[in-house]
């Protein structure tokens, strides 16, 4: 499994930015897609994710501004960020989680920066 991402860049407090990541090769026994994000300093802490079956989670300070999707037929995920915060500032991981050998196993994109900043 491969994962492209792209979208990042640089916005003003309070725009739009939309992140797209697209998986390439065997996409059997998936367990979840979604974004992770690390600080300058920080550990990497998830953004948001979307399970094989639907179930969608976020993380309490991005509910309500960000919006994770998915299009199934593209094998791709997108994450639409709205209202965005100079604390959103951050390199922006896509992640997929699958089931190998009876074991999850994670793979990550290569990381695209947002920088919120007027």
């Known amino acids: 499994v491969q994962l492209q991402a792209s979208g990042g860049g640089l916005v003003q407090p309070g725009g739009s930015l939309r992140l797209s990541c697209a998986a390439t090769?065997?996409?059997?026994?998936?367990?979840?897609m979604g974004w992770y994000r690390q600080a300058p300093g920080k550990q990497r802490e998830l953004v948001a994710s979307?399970?094989?079956?639907?179930?969608?989670n976020y993380a309490d300070s991005v509910k309500g501004r960000f919006t994770i999707s998915r299009d199934n037929a593209k094998n791709t995920v997108y994450l639409q960020m709205d209202s965005l915060k100079p604390e959103d500032t951050a390199v922006y991981f896509c992640?997929?989680?699958?089931?190998?050998?009876?074991?999850?196993?994670?793979?990550w994109g290569q990381g695209t920066q947002v920088t919120v900043s007027s």
């Open positions: 979307i399970a094989s079956g639907g179930s969608i």
């Open positions: 090769g065997s996409m059997r026994n998936i367990i979840d």
């Open positions: 992640h997929l989680g699958r089931f190998e050998s009876f074991s999850a196993k994670d793979y």
